[in-house]
């Protein structure tokens, strides 16, 4: 069985910094591209930041390029988010999920994220 855990997330002011983590158990960590995503109160789930099985490639959505950075772990089946120059309008719940096909696929990026974790919520005020 599939387990996605997210922590990191918290309160800060604008302009600091959070970093995410993701650790997943049950799957081979390293075949498989992995994601972060985001979904502010009232609005849709927005795709935040992918990566693929290696770490060679990475994609951002437009509101965080340059503010911040994936990366994983393969030896720890872990994945980050590296948050800098946090604005209040990141201010969301954020998930960690794992490619994989499964009844909560949510294709993104070429990839279809099956596994999902509970979320962890960044709050960013002004």
């Known amino acids: 069985q599939v387990q996605v855990v997210e922590s990191g997330g918290g309160s800060v002011q604008a302009g600091g910094s959070l970093r995410l983590t993701c650790t997943i158990s049950?799957?081979?960590?390293?075949?498989?591209?992995m994601g972060w995503f985001r979904q502010a109160e009232g609005k849709e789930r927005e795709r935040v930041s992918l990566?693929?099985?290696?770490?060679?490639?990475?994609v951002y959505a437009d509101s965080v390029k340059g503010r911040f950075t994936i990366s994983r772990d393969n030896a720890k089946n872990t994945l980050y988010l590296q948050m800098n120059s946090l604005k209040p309008e990141d201010t969301a719940m954020y998930y960690c999920a794992a490619e994989g096909t499964t009844t909560h696929s949510y294709y993104s990026g070429g990839w279809y994220f099956g596994y999902w974790g509970q979320g962890t919520q960044v709050t960013v005020s002004s």
């Open positions: 990566i693929n099985w290696s770490g060679s490639d990475t």
């Open positions: 049950g799957m081979t960590f390293d075949d498989y591209a």
